[in-house]
């Protein structure tokens, strides 16, 4: 019994620490593919809210969120591109996902949109390389 609790003891902290690391791979992966700006020292400049409701991520999903869940077969970057390329306005704010990440406001929230017109942004969007910027480097 003693040996079963001590493997146990051992488990769920690794387990945990597993967890921990997991999450934010997808944080930066997404901070790199989608050209946000990087954490500096302490400071996160993107927290999980880029997809999740809640800033340390976990459920629920926010519709841009959602969104990359729905898309995702394979790897974290295609489900990202995936996501874009679909050309969704998942907040419902008038601008497409692709355009609300170019801009650098949070596709998954209503309420942080560009300050531009959209069709503005979508000529800009277009002669900077349109979803190309956004392609999984694999």
Not at 8 to 16: D, R, Y
Not at 89 to 101: F, I, N, P
Not at 121 to 136: D, M
């Amino acid at each position: 019994m003693k040996k079963r609790t001590w493997f146990l003891l051992l488990l769920i902290p690794a387990l945990l620490v597993s967890l921990a690391v997991a999450r934010p791979a997808y944080r930066i992966q997404a901070i790199n593919q989608l050209h946000l700006v990087p954490d500096k020292d302490s400071t996160r400049t993107i927290t999980c809210q880029y997809c999740h409701v809640n800033p340390g991520g976990g459920a629920p999903w926010n519709p841009f969120g959602e969104n990359v869940l729905s898309n995702f077969k394979s790897t974290i970057d295609q489900a990202l591109y995936d996501a874009l390329a679909a050309m969704k306005d998942s907040d419902a704010d008038g601008y497409l996902d692709a355009l609300e990440v170019f801009a650098g406001t949070l596709p998954g929230s209503p309420d942080s949109k560009p300050l531009v017109d959209a069709e503005f942004l979508k000529k800009n969007f277009e002669k900077a390389g349109g979803l190309g910027l956004y392609k999984p480097a694999n």
